[in-house]
């Protein structure tokens, strides 16, 4: 049951706890009363244990009902058996928000689940909100409430970047990696096995919360895809960049395994092409995304991927340039007027002031005036500016601090300006405390490392993407609405080729012309009907990798060599397939040359389908160059996806070779998403492996199908 951003702002802002289960020898109980002593959390904390009658000097009640104080959140740390109980106590004692600590549920096999599925109606039917169960509790950085596990090297109370884990472990590795950086939390979340609230339900609150900036995590699971999806749709509304780092894998793969679709697009396709197509940043280390986030939080995001670079040393140049290289991160080319005024600057040749600039390592007093020039030329959306965090006044002395206090207040005064710009320094090392209150001072972000490289592109993506993920989401609501139901009267279970082409070709994917024979003078006939050479297949729903069993014969030229094939084929599909339903064998024009693709979906059974397009036919396997997009797909994006493709120059028309009939590829892109949307939650599997794409002028035809619908 969803929870209103209402219940989890007073689940996340108590102003009183009790702590049940307390014991002075827990480990559990010794660092949640610390934690919540030394960081000064204003209420006031109690403790319930029914056998002791004081702790840590404050006294003990036996039941949450028998605490004289008013309590609105209880930080439950028993058994998970007992948990039931402790609820029951919280409803008679007027606790609607809580925190379950203990392992014991659904990852306990069936006694857990079954336990798990009493605790979860239970909150539901009594309108309690619980963190957990099977977590390390949450942390309200600006309210001082430090309901953890975790160990706190401090708790700053102006952060603006609010995080949800499912893991405790990484939500503490992330904490820590936090500090380190200078990136400041707001809120940081360890949602366990969320039987009650999930991560979208924080997350639905976070875009709520004036004081988060950016918002996100590491999540295994997408809960509640439709209202994650609005939720990040308010998120890019309201600028508020949402940064996950993807775990685990989603169970795509086995409900499509008949097919290439899944193994060559990859199990994970369908939830990271969601999160993208939704503007969401996906990330694949704790590591980014803290450095994401920080960085965005920050100095928010930049207009394009434009970059001048400059630094002192020639190497930290050419190694950003190197890291840089294949990402969004584009090193621009300077003009006549610009290098020439960088290089009198710098006191250099104008041949050597080209970016990324190298101003050498006498050249360190002229960055202002350089970055200046950069700045007011406009030939670039990012300034980036090599620096490492001060380590001290004492390491480095008065006079260097003083530059480098006129360096950060340079870069704010650009942003200030309108301009975006950041320092870099090219390997990770952590900043001192005084490096991180120096860049917090001045609003200026230091790139760390490789990881710092792949927040900037992840930036640039971002503040780039953001309108045309808007664009396209909008485009996607009003076509799911508009979208005519393709006729699928008597499709059931696994669909012949025969009859997935039928279907295919009356929804607007033409077909070669065909027959479908059950004789061998039916074959003959057909084939002459239609003209040599044809392709003789079997026909069978049950039978969807026809050269395997040896179901396919191309370019069959001739009377004789339909008649010896067509027996060939049933024979070899009757040895090789045994329990297959032979239908006959389907006759067909062979097509001329031109490039073959994979048009499918990949399912995931709460995500829903995802288009893939990519290299078929006998590539598929060996290229593994597919791009996806959720569905319906507008022309826009199907441009896009074949753009993205390594196989584009071909369909392109690259070194002299024919431009292919892209048009028509596009509207049957575009086509096979509409149906893809339209049939939805009945698709177990629909491929067209290979979708062959004729000269310019001369169409698409889908020479193979693979289908299987939910039988009804």
Known sequence: MPRTAQEIHQTLNPTSVVLVGASERSEWTRVFTSNLREWGFPGRLNFVNPNRSTIFGQPAYPLITAVPDQVDHALIVVPAPSTIDVLEDCVAAGVRSVTAIASGFS??????????????????????????????????????????????????TDGDI??????????????????????????????GNELVVNS????????????????????????????????????????????????????????????????????????????????????????????????????????????????TSGGAGGYFADLSDGTAIELVTFSEELQGTVAAIAGIAPEAAENPVDLTASGGRSVRDAVAAAAASREAEVIVVQGDEPRSPAIHGDDYIARAERNLSLLRDLRIQGHWACFALPAD????????????????????????????????????????????????????????????????GRVSEWRGKRFLTSAGIPAPRESLCSTVGDAVAAAEALGFPVVLKVASPDIIHKTDVGGVILNVDGAREVSAGYEQ???????????????????????????????????????GPVVVIGAGGLYVETLNDTAAALPPVSEEVAAELLQSLKIWPILAGARGRPRLDLEALITAIVKFSEIVTDLGSDISLIEVNPLLVCKRGEGVYALDVAMELVKS
């Not at 169960?133 to 430090?146: D, M, S, V």
């Not at 990040?232 to 086995?254: D, E, H, M, Y």
């Open 107 to 156: 990852e306990a096999g069936a006694n857990g689940r079954t336990l798990a599925s009493q605790v979860s109606e239970f909150c539901n039917d009594h309108g309690i909100s619980m963190v957990g169960p099977n977590c390390l509790g949450f942390i309200n950085f600006p309210g001082r409430a430090a309901l953890t596990r975790n160990w706190l090297d401090g708790l700053p």
């Open 162 to 191: 609010s995080l949800v884990f499912q893991s405790g472990q990484l939500g503490l590795s992330a904490c820590g990696a936090s500090f380190a950086r200078g990136a400041k939390l707001r809120y940081l979340i360890s949602s």
């Open 200 to 311: 979208t339900d924080y997350f639905n609150y976070f875009v709520e919360d004036e004081g988060t900036r950016v918002l996100g995590g590491a999540l295994e699971r997408i809960a509640d895809p439709a209202r994650f999806e609005t939720m990040a749709l308010k998120a890019l509304q309201a600028s508020k960049p949402i940064v996950i780092c993807k775990q685990g894998r989603s169970t795509v793969g086995a409900r499509v395994a008949a097919a290439h679709t899944a193994s060559i697009a990859g199990v994970d396709t369908v939830v990271e092409t969601f999160l993208k197509d939704l503007g969401v940043i996906v990330v694949r280390s704790i590591e980014e995304l803290i450095e994401t986030s920080g960085l965005l939080a920050r100095s928010g995001a930049p207009r394009g991927g434009r970059t001048i670079f400059f630094g």
């Open 429 to 492: 090392r952590e900043p001192t405390a005084f490096g991180r209150e120096l860049a917090a001072k001045y609003g200026i972000w230091y790139l760390h490392g490789f990881s710092g490289i792949l927040a900037l592109q992840n930036a640039i993506e971002y503040g780039k993407g953001k309108d045309s993920c808007l664009a396209e989401a909008s485009y996607r609501t009003v076509r799911r609405t508009t979208i005519e139901p393709f006729e699928r009267s008597g499709l059931t």
């Open 569 to 607: 084929i049933v024979a070899a599909a009757r040895k090789n397939a045994p329990a297959a339903s032979i239908e006959g064998v389907l006759v067909s024009k062979q097509m001329s040359a031109g490039c073959e693709l994979l048009l499918g979906a990949s399912i995931d059974p709460t995500i």
